[in-house]
């Protein structure tokens, strides 16, 4: 495994230059605005982290599954990955060694993030408001990095499984929306059918609900369908797949 030469392939072309750099800018916009705003608008007149991680998962709901898809299945769709196999015999090899530099540029994206929070936070309430809290740490571990890593694992999975950037991306990218829209309409109209539908691949929710340490029977159910399966199905596909 060489996850170091997959990470290399990735960072050192164009297009990857400027998604990053459009990302690490998307990022500090939204921390700048989530931890320099609220002051203004919250009666205490202070900045909570936790208040400024949401704002920053909102970029980062589109950053994550983009950069997974395009390092997991990027090279199937340009057609580049028969050379890759022929240089590094292995499938499985190749298969895991994506999903690690995957995985790392996703924990160094995550620290980035954090970090800006944490600047942006003490800042707004340091420095223009009535005080900064930082109290909320334990909710941003438990509920948004839950979240992120939910958005990981689904992106991974679906990077496997359809093996197409245009595919996946929409997959990644359009589920997540449709499940939580169709969640809120679920509580609007007060339907217990459609919510307990939406809850069995609610996968962000069920994440919560295992990080709190208060999930049931049904919550495990999304991890299953949406997460296992597809991948265990991705890396059938990736090992017989036709090159070429």
Request: charged share 10%.
């Amino acid at each position: 495994m060489r996850p170091d030469i997959d990470l290399r392939s990735f960072l050192d072309t164009r297009a990857a230059a400027i998604l990053l750099t459009l990302s690490l800018l998307a990022l500090v916009g939204a921390a700048a605005l989530g931890g320099l705003i609220q002051p203004v608008l919250l009666p205490a007149q202070t900045s909570d982290l936790e208040l400024t991680v949401i704002v920053l998962t909102l970029p980062l709901s589109l950053i994550i599954p983009v950069i997974t898809v395009l390092m997991t299945a990027g090279e199937w769709s340009d057609r580049s990955i028969q050379n890759t196999l022929l240089q590094r015999p292995g499938r499985t090899a190749v298969l895991t060694s994506k999903v690690i530099a995957a995985t790392a540029v996703f924990a160094v994206l995550v620290a980035i993030s954090l970090a800006l929070a944490a600047a942006a936070t003490w800042i707004g309430g340091e420095l223009m408001g009535a005080g900064a809290v930082f109290s909320s740490i334990d909710g941003v571990l438990t509920t948004q990095l839950s979240v992120l890593i939910a958005t990981l694992l689904f992106s991974l999975a679906m990077g496997l499984a359809l093996q197409s950037t245009v595919f996946a991306l929409l997959a990644a990218i359009g589920a997540p929306f449709v499940i939580s829209t169709a969640g809120a309409l679920a509580m609007a109209f007060g339907s217990e059918t459609l919510a307990s539908v939406i809850r069995a691949v609610d996968l962000q929710a069920a994440a919560v609900a295992l990080a709190a340490g208060e999930a049931e029977a049904l919550d495990l159910l999304p991890l299953l369908l949406l997460v296992i399966l597809p991948t265990a199905g991705g890396i059938w596909r990736w090992n017989r797949r036709e090159v070429g």
